[in-house]
């Protein structure tokens, strides 16, 4: 059979692969005329045996990996599970059960190929899109997959709903219609605090600084990475609420001991009571971040209490919030007064 490739050297010493039908030339990356013999070697006898390029590939691999000719999708979602803790956990074991997956589920990682992946995504939702890009570049970066099968640039874009601040006339509605204490102070609270409601519901009483009015708390997705929790001051609203719950041990014993998917679906039929409409428990970060943006509150704070590094981040939840910009010769001026002029003394 007529091979497809042959070799050529530059000038260099570097060698490349010519292909005859288009003429196309392609480095090898090489000065090695052994390793680029076995290199063209190769490429001859995939383009010549296309129904063994599987098995030759699987071969070589399970030189290395003895289970990659039977690791299926399946246990790469739950070897991805397993790094996870909490809710994160949680998330990705709900993730994995979605009925798109089936297509992939019990297939061999190595055996898939780039049309079926597509295929699930064409099924699932914006959920599968990015928890499958997720699981995929796992399968890559342990080394369970040798190249993308769909390239990053070829992924379909993640379309998320539209999300958006709890108003405050939204949020009066609920707080007036809710007959639970301390669900109506955890809902007062997160108006407050913009915190996520997981890390507000496992606040502690010990938590509370009275003398220095100063509420901190660690955030669920960063303690771990070392970082210190925010230390958020607190005035008489804030003060009036902590009052009213316990004054040991945690503030919310009844949220704290339930599932997010259960705080958010008491949330939700609230909403719906009151033909509230598009909010989840998630708003109020929203709401916070926006309302601190309009009253012109430092990023670095906002950040801070938000529990962000990225002022992208920190931007994307204030996005819809209508801010006053300033005239810049009124900071001018203010300037020119703070400014320190320096005097000379003496001759």
Aim: charged fraction near 30%.
């Amino acid at each position: 059979m007529k091979r497809r490739f042959r070799l050529y050297r530059r000038e260099n010493g570097i060698y490349y692969l010519v292909n005859k039908a288009t003429g196309q030339r392609e480095s090898l990356e090489t000065k090695d005329r052994n390793a680029a013999d076995r290199l063209l070697h190769a490429r001859n006898e995939a383009a010549q045996q296309p129904a063994l390029n599987l098995q030759i590939a699987r071969a070589y691999l399970a030189g290395s990996d003895s289970a990659i000719s039977t690791r299926t999708w399946q246990n790469a979602l739950d070897a991805l599970a397993e790094t996870k803790e909490a809710q994160t956990k949680e998330r990705w074991l709900r993730a994995g059960k979605e009925a798109p997956f089936d297509l992939i589920r019990n297939k061999t990682i190595i055996e898939t190929q780039g049309d079926q992946i597509l295929e699930v995504l064409r099924q699932g939702s914006v959920s599968t899109n990015v928890y499958l890009r997720r699981l995929h570049n796992f399968c890559l970066d342990m080394g369970w997959l040798p190249w993308p099968l769909v390239p990053k640039r070829q992924w379909p874009s993640v379309r998320f709903k539209e999300k958006r601040a709890i108003t405050f006339e939204e949020h009066l509605k609920i707080v007036d219609r809710e007959q639970n204490p301390e669900r109506k102070a955890f809902y007062q609270l997160a108006w407050h605090l913009g915190a996520s409601q997981s890390d507000l519901a496992h606040l502690r009483a010990e938590d509370v600084d009275w003398s220095d009015r100063v509420i901190s708390f660690f955030r669920m997705k960063t303690k771990r990475r070392g970082c210190l929790p925010p230390k958020v001051r607190f005035e008489k609203a804030v003060a009036e609420i902590l009052s009213s719950l316990p004054a040991t041990g945690p503030l919310f014993p009844y949220l704290r001991s339930v599932r997010a998917g259960d705080r958010a679906t008491e949330f939700k039929q609230r909403c719906a009571g009151l033909g509230i409409q598009g909010v989840t428990l998630h708003s109020y970060r929203y709401a916070w971040a926006k309302r601190a943006r309009e009253a012109g509150y430092p990023v670095r704070f906002a950040m801070e209490n938000l529990g962000h590094n990225s002022k992208a981040v920190h931007m994307a939840y204030a996005t819809k919030a209508e801010v006053l910009v300033p005239a810049l010769e009124k900071y001018e001026r203010k300037h020119a007064k703070e400014k320190v002029v320096k005097v000379k003394f003496g001759s």
